[in-house]
C-alpha cells in the first residue's frame, strides 16, 4: 500500500512535499472535478423529474416519490412523512393540494381524510430515474427523426470526406502534372476562409442548387475538408514510389492502384481523419441552423437548440437529449482517445 | 462480438470492393486514352468540383453580394450600391461614441470580440501551458490526466452551452455551492458582467485541451539531456524555466496563440446557445451579428452581412499568414 | 523469347540529358550486368527498358517489336526491385497472386504457378505470412518469386542484394546463378558490385555519365579493358597507372624500368597489383617506399609510393618480411601490361 502510494504521489527529489508537487495535485484534481464534473452533473440532472428540476437546492443524485396504491383511489399516491404537533412523525399518502394545506390519508385507514399544513411534511423519496426523461422526446417530439438526420449527416459526409479527400491526396501526392503547385495553392488558400466568413454566398449556393432544407445541403459543403486532403497527402508521400511502381508491372490499373494499395496503406490516417470527421461533422451547429428550418430535417444540435430557446423551457426533456447528444462523443472519448490525441499531437488539426 | 464486427465489415466491405471493381471499367478506359495526366484529373475531380462549387465560388460572390442591398438572396434580383454597405458599417458621426455609429450593433459586436479575443487568448495560453508544464512532470497517471482535460474538447458546441447554462441558471449547481458557502445566489447569465465571463470561462473549458496537448507534444520534444546538463550546472528551477524551458517551447507557444487568436474571433455556437448574445448586447460576437443580419432578423440584409464577413475575413487572413508562416519555421527548426 | 535491343536511346530530365544515345542487344537468355559508379544511369536504363520511364528519343524492341510506346505492364517483363517494393498489407500468396488476378488468369492457374515457385525458392512454408514478418533473404526470395510466377520474356533487377548484409548476399548471388541457370530466360540485372558483375553476367555493360563505356564478357573485361575506365573499375585492388612518355618503342617507368610502348607522346602504362612481384637483385624494377602493409596471411597487399610519387600496389602471395618505409623493388609481367594513349583508349600492344 505505502509502496503504491509512494508511486501515486512521486515527489521532486528526495522527501517532503516541494510546494511544486501541491500544485500538482491541487491542479490535476480540481481539474478532473472541473473537467468532468459538470457532465457528470448533466447526467445526473437528467434523470429527474421537472418537480425536483424546479427544487432549491437541488440534489447532486436524482430521486423519485414513494408512491402506493391505497384502497378507494384510482392512481396511486405519493407518500409523505408528517411532522405532528407533538414532534411524532407517520407517513401519510396525499390526496390533494390546497393552498398551503395538504389533504391526506393514512394508508392503513384511509376512511379519515386528514389537513397537514405543507410545511409540516416532507416528501418520502428513493433514488430513482425519471426515464420518462428520455423516452418521451424521442417518442413523441421528433427528437428520434434528428438523431437520425445527425447519424445520416455524420456517416454521409464522413464517406464522403474519405473518399474525395483520398483521391485528392492520391493525385497530389503520386502524380507529377502541370499545375499540381497551383491545386496545392488553392487548397492552402481556402484553408484561410472558415465557413463562417462564407456564409451569405454558401447561403445562395446552396439554394440554387435546390438543397435548402436537404440533409445534402449541409453535407455537401463540408467535405472537401483542405485539412483532410492534407493529412491524407502527408501520410501518402511516405508510401514509396516502388510499391506503385511494382504494381503497374502488375498489369493494375491507376485506379487499382489507389484502390488496392494505397488506400489500405493509408489506413492509419483515414482512421484520423474518420473520427475526427465523424466528431466535426455531429457537432456541427451553424451551417445546419442556417440551411435546416424545417422541424423535419433538423439534426440533433439544431433541435436541441430549438427546443432550448423555447420560453418555457423543458429541461428535463433538454437535459436527457443533451446526454443522448453526447453519448457517441463520449464513446469516441473512451475509445479512441489515445489515438486522437497522438493525432492532434503529430497533425496538429482540430 | 468479433464475430459480429467481422460480419459487419464483410456487409460493408463486399459492396464497396464491387463498386471499385465496376468503376474500375470506365477508369481503364479513361486511363489507355488519357494517360496518368487523365487519371490524375479523375482523381482530383470529386475534391475540386466540390471545393468549387462551395468553397470557391461562394468566395467570389461574397464580394459581390457586398456590394448589393435588398433582402432577396437571388443575385440577380439585387441592386448594385457600390461600397455602401461598408461605408454603413464603417461609418460614426462621432468615433468616441458607439451610439452615433450608423450600425452601432457592428461595433458592439467588433468591442465585444476584441476584448473576449483579449480576455480569453490571454486564460486559454495562461492555463494551457500551466496544465502542459503539470502534465510534463513524472507523474502516475499521467495519460489518464491527458485524457481529462481533454474530454470536454470533443463535445460538440450546444452541448457545452446547454451544460453550462444548466449549472449557472437561478438554480444551477453554482448556486447551490455559492448558499454552501454562505454566500448570495445569483442569477448569472442575467448579468452583464458575468455573463461576457462566462462565454471566456465556458470556452476556455471547452478547449484548453486542445492547446495542452500542442504544448504538451513541444515540451515532450524538448531532449532531456539539456535538463540533465542544466542539473548539472546547479541551474535554480526558474532558471530553467525561463532559460531553457520557455524559449524552446516558443514556436509551439506561437502557433497556440495565433490558433487561439483565430477561433476566438469566430466564436459562436457556445456562446449562442449560453447567452444568445444576451443580456442586451453584452455577449453579442461577430459571427452572431453577421449571422443575425444575414439570416435571422426580419429585417435582413444579406449585403451587410457579407461586407462585415469579408472585414472579420481580412483579419483571420492575417492571422492565418501567420501561422502559416510560423509553422513553416517551426519545421524548419524541426529539421535541424 | 526475350531478344532485347535499344537503339539510340536518349533520356533527359527537366532539358539536362542523363542517357546520351545508348546502342545495346541483349540475346535470349543471357544475364547481363548494367555495372557503373552511382549515377551512371544504370538504373534509369533499367526503367526505361522496363517501361516505368519513357525514353525522349530512341527506341526499345523486345523480340523485334518496337515496344517504345508499350505500358510497363504490357511488355511481358518482370521486375524486381531494389526494396523489394512487397505489398505490405498482402500475404506472400496474395503477392504473388496480385498480378496475376489483374490479367484474368484461371484461378486454378494462378495456385499451380505460386505453387511451383514456392518449391523452386522453398518460401512454401511463408505463403500466409506478411512481408514485415519475413527475415531479407525470405523477403528477396519472394520478390523473385512475383517475378517468376509472371512467366516474364525477361527479369530486370535493380540492385536486388544491396539491402542484405555480406554473409546472404553472396549466398543469394548463387542462388540467382543456378535460378538463371535453370530457367534460362534473359535477365538484366542492375548493381555498382563488380564482384556481382563479374560473378553472374554472361555479359557486363560497364555504363559512365549515360554512356556504355564497354560490353564484354566478365573476362575479356578484365584482360583487355577499352579504355582507362573500365581498366580502373574492374579488379580489386584496383590496377596501378604510371603516367609516362612513349619513345622510340620503349617507355620508362619510375625506377628505371622500361616496357615495349609503340609510338610516341604521352601514355599511360596499366599493370594489375597480381601482376606485380618482388624483384631479384639486378633485375630491372619499379622502385618505391612502403607506405602500408595489409597482411591476410595468404597473400599480402603493400601499397608503395613510387620514386616519381605515384601511388602504386601490389598483391604478393605469402609474407614477406616488409615494413612501412623500407624501399622496395617490384618487377613485372611484360606480357600482363595494358598501355592506353592520351584519350584514355587501349592501344593494341604490337606483339612480342
Known amino acids: 500500500m505505502s509502496r503504491v502510494s509512494q508511486f501515486i504521489f512521486r515527489r521532486r527529489g528526495g522527501s517532503g512535499w516541494h510546494w511544486t508537487d501541491i500544485v500538482t495535485w491541487v491542479w490535476l484534481i480540481g481539474g478532473t472535478i472541473l473537467m468532468f464534473g459538470p457532465a457528470l452533473w448533466l447526467v445526473s440532472s437528467s434523470l429527474k423529474g421537472p418537480a425536483q428540476l424546479a427544487e432549491f437546492p437541488p440534489t447532486l443524485l436524482p430521486y423519485t416519490q414513494i408512491t402506493m396504491p391505497v384502497e378507494g383511489f384510482d392512481n396511486p399516491l405519493p407518500l409523505y412523512t408528517v411532522t405532528n404537533e407533538d414532534g411524532t412523525t407517520e407517513v401519510l399518502a396525499e390526496i390533494r393540494r390546497v393552498g398551503t394545506n395538504a389533504q391526506m390519508v393514512d394508508p392503513d385507514a384511509p376512511e379519515d381524510r386528514i389537513n ?179 422541424r423535419e430535417t433538423y439534426t440533433l444540435q439544431v433541435g436541441l437548440n430549438t427546443y432550448a430557446g423555447e420560453l418555457n423551457v423543458q429541461w428535463h426533456y433538454i437535459l436527457a437529449m443533451t446526454v443522448v447528444t453526447m453519448i457517441p462523443v463520449v464513446i469516441v472519448f473512451i475509445f479512441l482517445q489515445r489515438f486522437i490525441t497522438t493525432g492532434i499531437a503529430g497533425a496538429g488539426i482540430k | ?270 456562446v449562442y446557445v449560453l447567452t444568445g448574445g444576451g443580456p442586451g448586447t453584452s455577449t453579442l460576437y461577430l459571427t452572431q451579428y453577421i449571422y443575425e443580419v444575414g439570416f435571422a432578423s426580419i429585417l435582413r440584409n444579406p449585403g451587410l452581412a457579407a461586407a462585415a464577413s469579408i472585414l472579420m475575413g481580412l483579419v483571420l487572413v492575417v492571422l492565418t499568414l501567420i501561422q502559416l508562416w510560423l509553422s513553416g519555421r517551426k519545421e524548419k527548426a524541426g529539421k535541424r | 523469347m526475350g531478344r532485347i535491343a535499344l537503339k539510340d536511346i536518349r533520356k533527359s530530365f527537366g532539358g539536362v540529358e542523363v542517357i546520351h544515345g545508348i546502342d545495346l542487344d541483349v540475346e535470349e537468355g543471357e544475364l547481363v550486368v548494367f555495372v557503373g559508379p552511382s549515377g551512371c544511369g544504370k538504373s534509369t536504363l533499367l526503367r526505361l527498358i522496363a517501361g516505368l520511364d519513357r525514353p525522349t528519343s530512341g527506341a526499345i524492341e523486345i523480340d523485334g517489336k518496337d515496344v517504345t510506346r508499350v505500358n510497363a505492364a504490357d511488355r511481358g517483363l518482370a521486375m524486381v526491385f531494389q526494396s523489394y517494393a512487397l505489398y505490405p498489407h498482402m500475404t506472400v500468396r496474395q503477392n504473388l497472386s496480385f498480378g496475376l488476378e489483374n490479367t484474368r488468369m484461371a484461378k486454378t492457374e494462378i495456385t499451380a504457378r505460386i505453387d511451383d515457385a514456392g518449391r523452386m525458392l522453398e518460401i512454401g512454408e511463408l505463403m500466409e505470412r506478411r512481408p514485415t514478418q519475413l527475415s531479407g533473404g525470405q523477403r528477396q526470395r519472394v520478390a523473385i518469386g512475383r517475378a517468376i510466377v509472371r512467366e516474364p520474356s525477361a527479369f530486370l533487377l535493380d540492385e536486388p542484394l544491396s539491402n542484405l548484409d555480406a554473409e546472404l548476399r553472396v549466398t543469394m548471388r548463387a542462388e540467382l546463378a543456378q535460378l538463371h541457370d535453370r530457367l534460362k530466360t534473359t535477365m538484366i540485372y542492375v548493381t555498382h558490385d563488380q564482384v556481382e558483375a563479374m560473378t553472374l553476367a554472361d555479359r557486363i555493360v560497364v555504363l559512365r555519365k549515360g554512356v556504355i563505356e564497354q560490353v564484354d564478357t566478365p573476362l575479356g573485361l578484365y584482360n583487355t579493358p577499352a579504355n582507362l575506365f573500365v581498366a580502373g573499375f574492374i579488379g580489386a585492388p584496383n590496377m596501378n597507372f604510371f603516367e609516362t612518355t612513349a619513345q622510340g618503342g620503349h617507355a620508362e617507368l619510375p625506377g628505371g624500368l622500361t616496357v615495349k610502348a609503340p609510338g610516341d607522346g604521352k601514355i599511360t602504362v596499366g599493370i594489375r597489383p597480381q601482376h606485380l612481384r618482388l624483384a631479384d637483385d639486378g633485375e630491372e624494377a619499379l622502385e618505391g617506399i612502403v607506405t602500408l602493409v595489409e597482411a591476410l596471411g595468404a597473400e599480402t597487399v603493400v601499397h608503395a609510393r613510387a620514386v616519381d610519387g605515384t601511388g602504386m600496389v601490389t598483391v604478393l602471395s605469402g609474407q614477406p618480411g616488409l615494413h612501412i618505409g623500407e624501399p622496395v623493388r617490384v618487377a613485372l609481367d611484360h606480357a600482363q601490361i595494358h598501355l592506353f594513349d592520351a584519350d584514355g583508349q587501349r592501344i593494341i600492344p604490337a606483339s612480342g
Open chain 1, 116 to 294: 397537514v399544513n405543507i410545511a409540516n411534511r416532507e416528501p418520502l423519496r428513493e433514488i430513482g430515474f425519471a426515464t420518462d426523461n428520455y423516452v418521451q422526446p424521442l417518442v413523441t417530439n421528433d427528437f428520434l427523426r434528428f438523431l437520425w438526420n445527425s447519424v445520416f449527416v455524420t456517416t454521409m459526409a464522413t464517406l464522403i470526406t474519405l473518399l474525395t479527400n483520398s483521391m485528392a491526396a492520391f493525385a497530389l501526392s503520386k502524380y507529377d502534372f502541370r499545375g499540381r503547385d497551383a491545386v496545392m495553392l488553392i487548397i492552402v488558400g481556402t484553408l484561410m476562409v472558415p465557413l463562417s466568413v462564407i456564409l451569405v454566398p454558401l447561403y445562395s449556393v446552396v439554394s440554387a442548387t435546390g438543397l435548402l432544407n436537404s440533409l445534402w445541403g449541409v453535407i455537401l459543403p463540408t467535405v472537401a475538408t483542405p485539412t483532410g486532403v492534407f493529412l491524407l497527402r502527408q501520410y501518402m508521400l511516405t508510401i514509396p514510389d516502388e510499391l506503385l511502381e511494382a504494381a503497374r508491372m502488375d498489369h493494375a490499373s491507376e485506379w487499382q492502384i489507389y484502390w488496392r494499395i494505397v488506400l489500405p496503406l493509408a489506413a492509419p490516417a483515414l482512421a484520423v481523419l474518420a473520427i475526427f470527421s465523424v466528431v466535426w461533422r455531429w457537432n456541427d451547429f451553424l451551417w445546419p441552423l442556417i440551411v435546416l428550418s424545417q
Open chain 2, 1 to 270: 462480438m468479433a464475430a459480429i464486427s467481422k460480419s459487419l465489415g464483410t456487409v460493408v466491405t463486399v459492396p464497396l470492393a464491387w463498386l471499385a471493381r465496376i468503376i474500375d471499367y470506365p477508369l481503364r478506359w479513361w486511363q489507355i486514352r488519357t494517360g496518368q495526366g487523365g487519371m490524375a484529373a479523375v482523381f482530383l475531380f470529386p475534391n475540386l468540383a466540390i471545393f468549387g462549387v462551395f468553397v470557391i465560388v461562394p468566395l467570389v460572390l461574397n464580394f459581390l453580394y457586398s456590394t448589393t442591398s435588398g433582402t432577396d438572396i437571388f443575385l440577380p434580383d439585387r441592386t448594385f450600391v457600390g461600397l455602401d454597405q461598408y461605408q454603413r458599417l464603417l461609418s460614426c458621426d462621432d468615433y468616441t461614441r458607439r451610439i452615433t455609429c450608423r450600425e452601432d450593433q457592428f461595433w458592439t459586436a467588433a468591442g465585444n470580440t476584441l476584448a473576449f479575443v483579449i480576455f480569453q487568448v490571454a486564460t486559454m495560453v495562461a492555463v494551457s501551458l500551466i496544465t502542459a508544464l503539470i502534465l510534463n512532470r513524472n507523474i502516475a497517471g499521467r495519460g489518464f490526466f491527458r485524457a481529462v482535460f481533454f474530454f470536454p474538447v470533443l463535445l460538440s458546441p450546444v452541448v457545452v452551452g446547454l451544460i453550462w447554462r444548466w449549472i449557472l441558471q437561478r438554480q444551477g449547481l453554482l448556486n447551490l455551492i455559492m448558499v454552501n458557502l454562505g454566500m448570495e445566489p445569483e442569477v448569472w447569465l442575467n448579468d452583464r458582467a458575468y455573463a461576457f465571463t462566462a462565454t471566456i470561462g465556458v470556452s476556455v473549458w471547452a478547449h484548453m485541451g486542445f492547446y495542452t496537448l500542442i504544448l504538451l507534444a513541444g515540451l515532450q520534444a524538448i531532449p532531456k539531456d539539456l535538463y540533465e546538463a542544466a542539473d548539472m550546472d546547479g541551474t535554480p528551477p526558474a532558471r530553467v524555466f525561463w532559460r531553457i524551458t520557455l524559449p524552446l517551447l516558443g514556436p509551439n507557444l506561437a502557433v497556440v496563440l495565433v490558433l487561439a487568436l483565430i477561433k476566438g474571433v469566430q466564436i459562436f455556437d457556445e
